[in-house]
């Protein structure tokens, strides 16, 4: 089959004809691939930025696929454990180290599949996975955002952040975002939201502060020196829960304003299997359709992979393959 493999560190991934993989136990299954989603975590591989690399490897954690008896969507969250609160040391994700989704075939374990809900079409069922379970977890099971909330998502344009934007929607949460990027404030109003502030602009937080009267939930990714602002606009009783750190390490921020305001600061990664069916009940219920960038066909990694490095998407950037 064809496969992207990833051979070197800091150059694209080669478009080379590799093994078919191999149907090892009843318990996995043969797919096709239909579409496959990026997600940041293929770009920091690829930069030589992320624990433990092993090469060659195919990367490509989200995809919807085609079996004998269906069309499916595969949770990325692999060995996730017994314990709720926490995944088990041997929780991996699908591309890298096992071979990824930018290939055209795959072996999953069969009760990691979940089936297409019926009001979307597989390129945007592809756009599901990684980034729908982080958002859900942090934004519903770890922040435990509700009706009425303020809730603040920073990088409005990222795959996770939009997902963030409508779980919280859905739920009936007044939501505002940030971006490095004045016309994803422009699209995230159109998705309904009730404010958004340019993280270029000189004192970004104060003019969020006086549009929304504070937040009660920041679901955050960014962290860097944009965390400590995000500090100075919670409510009391607050949590901030982040995800990742695009922008790196974060320091000097108050401890003082955490501990006097009671704010909560939450680490979140991915989701258990639980959480992961626990969305697609809520996707097909509020009838949430994911919010594409472009679809590149698969033969265009390369760009796809340039237009995630430069931050220019606004949602998910997905290939058919
Ligand atoms: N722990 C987990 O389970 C988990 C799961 C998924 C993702 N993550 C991490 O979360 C982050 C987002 O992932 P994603 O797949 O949603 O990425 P993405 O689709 O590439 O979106 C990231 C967004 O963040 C903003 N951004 C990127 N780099 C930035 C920087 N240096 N400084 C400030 N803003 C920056 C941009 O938004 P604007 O242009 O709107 O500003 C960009 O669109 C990544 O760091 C990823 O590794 C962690």
């Known amino acids: 089959?064809?496969?992207?493999?990833?051979?070197?560190?800091?150059?694209?991934?080669?478009?080379?004809?590799?093994?078919?993989?191999?149907?090892?136990?009843?318990?996995?299954?043969?797919?096709?691939?239909?579409?496959?989603?990026?997600?940041?975590?293929?770009?920091?591989?690829?930069?030589?930025?992320?624990?433990?690399?092993?090469?060659?490897?195919?990367?490509?954690?989200?995809?919807?696929?085609?079996?004998?008896?269906?069309?499916?969507?595969?949770?990325?969250?692999?060995?996730w454990g017994d314990e709720e609160s926490f995944q088990s040391d041997s929780f991996h994700i699908l591309g890298?180290?096992?071979?990824?989704?930018?290939?055209?075939?795959?072996?999953?374990?069969?009760?990691?599949?979940?089936?297409?809900?019926?009001?979307?079409?597989?390129?945007?069922?592809?756009?599901?996975?990684?980034?729908?379970?982080?958002?859900?977890?942090?934004?519903?099971?770890?922040?435990?955002?509700?009706?009425?909330?303020?809730?603040?998502?920073?990088?409005?344009?990222?795959?996770?952040?939009?997902?963030?934007?409508?779980?919280a929607l859905a739920l009936g949460c007044e939501v505002y975002v940030t971006s490095g990027k004045e016309a994803k404030i422009e699209k995230a109003l159109a998705l309904g939201v009730a404010g958004g502030v340019c993280t270029i602009e000189n004192d970004w937080h104060k003019s969020l502060l006086q549009k929304s009267g504070g937040f009660d939930i920041i679901i955050d990714s960014i962290m860097g020196n944009t965390f400590p602002q995000l500090i100075k606009i919670c409510n009391a009783g607050a949590k901030i829960c982040f995800y990742g750190a695009s922008a790196g390490n974060t320091q000097d921020f108050s401890p003082h304003i955490i501990f006097w305001r009671q704010i909560s600061l939450l680490g979140s990664t991915m989701g258990s299997p639980e959480d992961f069916s626990e969305m697609m009940a809520f996707i097909k219920q509020n009838k949430i359709k994911p919010v594409i960038d472009r679809v590149y066909s698969f033969s265009q990694l390369p760009d796809a992979l340039e237009r995630m490095q430069t931050s220019a998407q606004f949602g998910k950037i997905i290939l058919e393959h």
């Open 96 to 167: 890298m180290p096992g071979q990824g989704t930018f290939a055209e075939k795959i072996v999953v374990p069969e009760n990691s599949l979940f089936e297409v809900p019926d009001h979307l079409t597989m390129a945007e069922a592809a756009a599901i996975p990684l980034a729908g379970v982080t958002a859900y977890r942090a934004l519903i099971k770890r922040a435990g955002a509700k009706q009425g909330d303020k809730v603040l998502i920073t990088g409005a344009g990222g795959g996770v952040s939009l997902w963030a934007v409508q779980f």
């Open 1 to 79: 089959m064809k496969a992207w493999n990833l051979l070197k560190l800091s150059e694209n991934p080669v478009l080379s004809e590799v093994n078919d993989p191999q149907l090892w136990d009843n318990n996995h299954i043969m797919a096709d691939i239909s579409h496959s989603a990026l997600n940041h975590r293929d770009v920091w591989i690829i930069k030589g930025k992320y624990p433990s690399i092993k090469l060659p490897c195919v990367l490509g954690s989200d995809a919807s696929v085609l079996t004998g008896s269906g069309k499916y969507i595969i949770n990325p969250g692999l060995e």
